[in-house]
């Protein structure tokens, strides 16, 4: 399979070292010291297992330079991917598939909107890596699966047929009937510890340790379920309990938790806050849904969106 990793970083270099250790035609679409890094020297792989990879792989920062490929997987940040998309176009061919696993629920209908002859699936990646040199990328959690599936629901080919070559590569992959389900799962999850730990620079353990911080988490995932059932997300009853049971679980066993929002704003780079709270708000503000706990955490991240504030 043709593939082009749109992102060269953290997830965009693990799956994609994966693809072209197991042989697929993988090219990275990269840039600055990442790219030069990737050309020179080649993209390295650190696991937890022991199972490191080095290899030589193809990279560009031209996507003209590839022309149409069977699969374009967008891992940029949220904030890149309107622009990563209008670049993408000279990757779309007659059977070309468009992969999303960005936060937040709207990647999946941007990519669409821009590249309207692909074929758009709607993606969740759960885990982390994380590029910790230029050309090197580190796995953080012990597993990283991906579900992906039609934007309309059930099954397809041309879903199974990628889950197969993820297989394939040793990426444990799963075809939702639901994709955007999952999605909103991954948002209401996702929204309190990312807005949250950056907020109040904590880790997981500490935030979850406090009554009061414990309970704005809650109100903030709740807000997000709220405008999940309004839009018209089939979220299960329960859902809600069952993702705080989650989220606690995670503080409990691995307190010292970061989400990468949190390092994005230690490290003084652009933050993916108009996708999870700001999200939130905008969205709930469409759909009359309030979301004033959501819209707190959104305006005291603000000023930080961009990068640090002159």
């Given at each position: 399979?043709?593939?082009?990793?749109?992102?060269?970083?953290?997830?965009?270099?693990?799956?994609?070292?994966?693809?072209?250790?197991?042989?697929?035609?993988?090219?990275?679409?990269?840039?600055?010291?990442?790219?030069?890094a990737?050309?020179?020297?080649?993209?390295?792989?650190?696991?937890?297992?022991?199972?490191?990879?080095?290899?030589?792989?193809?990279?560009?920062?031209?996507?003209?330079?590839?022309?149409?490929?069977?699969?374009?997987?967008?891992?940029?940040?949220?904030?890149?991917?309107?622009?990563?998309?209008?670049?993408?176009?000279?990757?779309?061919g007659?059977?070309?598939?468009?992969?999303?696993?960005?936060?937040?629920?709207?990647?999946?209908?941007r990519?669409?909107?821009?590249?309207?002859?692909?074929?758009v699936?709607?993606?969740?990646?759960?885990g982390?890596?994380?590029?910790?040199?230029?050309?090197?990328?580190?796995?953080?959690?012990a597993?990283?699966?991906?579900k992906?599936?039609?934007?309309?629901?059930?099954?397809?080919?041309?879903?199974?047929?990628?889950r197969?070559?993820?297989l394939g590569?040793?990426?444990?992959a799963?075809?939702?009937h639901?994709?955007?389900?999952?999605?909103?799962?991954k948002?209401?999850?996702?929204?309190?510890?990312l807005?949250?730990?950056?907020?109040?620079?904590?880790?997981l353990?500490?935030?979850?340790?406090?009554?009061?911080?414990?309970?704005?988490?809650?109100?903030?995932?709740?807000?997000?379920?709220?405008?999940?059932?309004?839009r018209?997300?089939?979220?299960?009853?329960?859902?809600?309990?069952?993702?705080?049971?989650?989220?606690?679980?995670?503080?409990?066993?691995?307190?010292?938790?970061?989400?990468?929002?949190y390092?994005?704003?230690?490290?003084?780079?652009?933050?993916?806050?108009?996708?999870?709270?700001?999200?939130?708000v905008?969205?709930?503000?469409e759909l009359?849904?309030?979301?004033?706990?959501?819209?707190a955490?959104?305006?005291?991240?603000?000023?930080?969106?961009?990068?640090?504030?002159?």
């Amino acid at each position: 399979m043709r593939i082009a990793m749109v992102g060269g970083g953290g997830l965009g270099a693990f799956y994609g070292g994966l693809l072209a250790h197991a042989g697929e035609d993988v090219t990275f679409i990269a840039r600055g010291a990442n790219l030069q890094a990737l050309r020179a020297d080649g993209l390295t792989v650190k696991r937890p297992n022991g199972g490191d990879l080095h290899l030589g792989v193809q990279a560009t920062d031209n996507p003209r330079d590839i022309g149409p490929v069977d699969l374009i997987w967008f891992c940029v940040k949220t904030y890149d991917l309107d622009a990563a998309a209008q670049q993408a176009a000279p990757l779309v061919g007659p059977a070309t598939v468009a992969l999303t696993t960005q936060n937040g629920v709207e990647a999946p209908e941007r990519v669409a909107a821009v590249l309207e002859n692909a074929a758009v699936l709607g993606g969740v990646a759960l885990g982390g890596a994380t590029l910790v040199a230029p050309g090197v990328v580190e796995q953080k959690t012990a597993r990283l699966p991906v579900k992906l599936g039609e934007l309309l629901g059930g099954s397809s080919q041309r879903a199974e047929g990628l889950r197969q070559v993820l297989l394939g590569a040793g990426i444990e992959a799963e075809v939702s009937h639901d994709i955007l389900l999952d999605l909103w799962e991954k948002l209401i999850f996702a929204c309190a510890p990312l807005g949250l730990c950056s907020l109040t620079r904590l880790p997981l353990g500490p935030l979850l340790d406090c009554p009061e911080t414990a309970e704005l988490a809650g109100g903030v995932m709740a807000e997000a379920e709220a405008v999940g059932r309004v839009r018209g997300i089939a979220l299960e009853d329960g859902t809600l309990d069952r993702l705080l049971q989650r989220l606690q679980s995670v503080a409990t066993t691995t307190p010292a938790a970061r989400p990468s929002m949190y390092f994005d704003l230690e490290q003084g780079r652009r933050l993916e806050l108009d996708a999870i709270n700001g999200a939130v708000v905008r969205l709930g503000r469409e759909l009359g849904v309030p979301t004033p706990l959501n819209f707190a955490v959104y305006a005291a991240l603000k000023p930080y969106a961009e990068g640090p504030p002159p």
